[in-house]
């Protein structure tokens, strides 16, 4: 039996779980209040304070650090990699101390695994990362040499989908020919063909959702930008936090949006409506990758939970390919069914080497 430590930090929260083999131990989301974290002036420098509860988490828990066989981390903001495992070592915690993409709490993931595994050596990997990019080169190209389209994205739960897809129908991943769309916080848009993601539409360019703008006219948002209203730091929060549904409606749960609806609510209804439309628009656009070739359209994330929200990009894109839903982020279950593949040698861990 494996037993498998599972970390996901976040920017809020710190999430750890640990499974025996595929079945869950226990699952713990630790809160961390805007006082706790103001005190560290980077993310990195909140590496020590997460990790002392990571192992107090596991003292309440009963669950000895010496009893862990293998450390799975959500992947941080590494320079772009392949799809899967990747060891966690030197290199790794370096680009993310000292180069990563960009600063995020999924940063301190890997760090606080290194840091655990001098205590007690056990294997430990980092899954489907979030800089996943296999996009096939033709998709990187846009009107501008020096702005290509880049693969960052939902690739955690969009590839876990896809696998556990082709394992319900019997079919090896590599065969299979899907769209799979993340519905969060922020909406990405996949096409997964060869157990590869050739092509993702993410939340910077694609639907808005509960949170983001997600594409907007290029004209007026250059006009914004420049109107002296906005810093590049709150234009950045603007288009990342403060868009979509709660630009519109004052709030980011979809829960709420619908019982907006029942009450009568036409403005409510017309927005999500839109940004169901607006997710089916984007389904629709990645179709011509595959040239058609589509055997599936999976929904996946917290909002497929709707089965309002569902129906609607159903209606819309039905008649592509038929359309599975399968609610949930399932962050922590992916991580660790991606690390029981590699401890089971069904894959192989690859080696990171640090961008300078």
């Known amino acids: 039996m494996e037993r498998l430590l599972i970390l996901n930090p976040g920017s809020t929260s710190t999430?750890?779980?640990?499974?025996?083999?595929?079945?869950?131990?226990?699952?713990?989301?630790?809160?961390?209040?805007?006082?706790?974290?103001?005190?560290?002036?980077?993310?990195?420098?909140?590496?020590?304070?997460?990790?002392?509860?990571?192992?107090k988490t596991l003292k309440e828990e009963n669950v000895p650090l010496e009893s862990i066989t293998a450390i799975v981390s959500r992947g941080g903001l590494l320079p772009p990699v392949e799809a899967g495992a990747y060891t966690i070592n030197e290199d790794m915690v370096w680009q993310l101390r000292n180069k990563p993409h960009h600063e995020h709490a999924s940063n301190l993931g890997a760090i606080i695994a290194y840091s655990l595994i001098q205590k007690h050596p056990v294997p430990a990997f980092v899954y489907d990362g979030v800089t996943v990019d296999e996009m096939l080169p033709i998709l990187r190209i846009t009107g501008l040499p020096s702005l290509p389209r880049r693969g960052i994205g939902h690739n955690l739960n969009m590839r876990a989908a896809g696998m556990r897809y082709a394992k319900e129908h019997g079919k090896e991943f590599s065969d299979c020919s899907l769209i799979v769309v993340h519905l969060g916080g922020g909406i990405s848009v996949c096409v997964l063909r060869d157990g590869k993601i050739i092509d993702i539409i993410n939340d910077g360019e694609g639907p808005f959702s509960p949170e983001r703008t997600g594409a907007l006219p290029m004209h007026e948002v250059i006009e914004t930008a420049f109107s002296g209203k906005y810093t590049e730091k709150s234009m950045m929060k603007l288009i990342k936090t403060q868009g979509g549904l709660v630009a519109h409606l004052g709030t980011v749960d979809v829960r709420e949006v619908e019982k907006m609806i029942q009450g009568g609510d036409e403005h409510a209804k017309l927005i999500l409506e839109a940004m169901a439309l607006n997710v089916a628009k984007n389904i629709g656009k990645e179709t011509p990758v595959v040239s058609g070739d589509v055997e599936a359209i999976i929904l996946t994330g917290g909002i497929a939970y709707s089965k309002y929200f569902t129906g609607l990009v159903e209606k819309y894109v039905s008649f592509i390919a038929p359309v599975i839903v399968y609610p949930g982020e399932n962050e922590m279950e992916s991580l660790a069914l991606g690390g029981l593949r590699v401890l089971r040698g069904e894959e192989s861990a690859k080696t990171f080497k640090r961008v300078e």
């Not at 750890?16 to 706790?36: Q, R």
């Not at 974290?37 to 990790?51: C, G, H, N, S």
Request: aromatic share 12%; net charge negative.
């Open 15 to 55: 999430k750890i779980a640990v499974y025996d083999d595929e079945t869950p131990v226990f699952t713990k989301s630790i809160d961390h209040s805007t006082e706790e974290l103001k005190k560290y002036a980077t993310i990195v420098d909140q590496f020590e304070f997460r990790e002392e509860l990571i192992v």
